[in-house]
């Protein structure tokens, strides 16, 4: 049974910064539990489409952003203890969102939700003004 549980969610001033966690368990990929599959990080604003905000690859030697983030946020991965990373500083109020966490079965970055089988239920990310 594969879980994906996201924390760190929360209100903060415009400016602010976060740390997002993404805690995996169960499954493997490759005989290697989670060390292979990249992982994303995804938004959904109220009234939107959930996009792509931040992704690693397997391995974690390439990373990839959304422009509305890149410089601001970042990603990272330890793979011992299967936990996923999204640091958000320079908080705008248009980046309040639940947040999501999503592993998929490869190696490769993707930015579309469909490429993506595993979801956690998501954290809140408040940004006042």
């Known amino acids: 049974q594969v879980q994906l549980v996201e924390s760190g969610g929360g209100l903060v001033q415009a400016g602010g910064s976060l740390r997002l966690s993404c805690a995996a368990s169960?499954?493997?990929?490759?005989?290697?539990?989670?060390?292979?599959?990249?992982v994303g990080w995804f938004r959904q604003a109220p009234g939107k489409e959930r996009e792509f905000v931040a992704g690693i690859s397997g391995g974690g030697g390439v990373t990839e952003y959304s422009n509305s983030v890149k410089g601001r946020f970042t990603i990272s991965r330890d793979d011992a203890s299967n936990t996923f990373y999204l640091q958000l500083n320079s908080l705008e109020p248009d980046d309040a969102a639940v947040y999501y966490c999503?592993?998929?079965?490869?190696?490769?970055?993707?930015?579309?939700?469909?490429?993506?089988?595993?979801w956690g239920q998501g954290t809140q990310v408040t940004v006042s003004s």
């Open positions: 169960g499954g493997t990929w490759r005989g290697a539990a989670w060390r292979g599959a990249a």
């Open positions: 999503a592993g998929r079965k490869g190696t490769l970055i993707e930015t579309r939700t469909q490429q993506y089988t595993y």
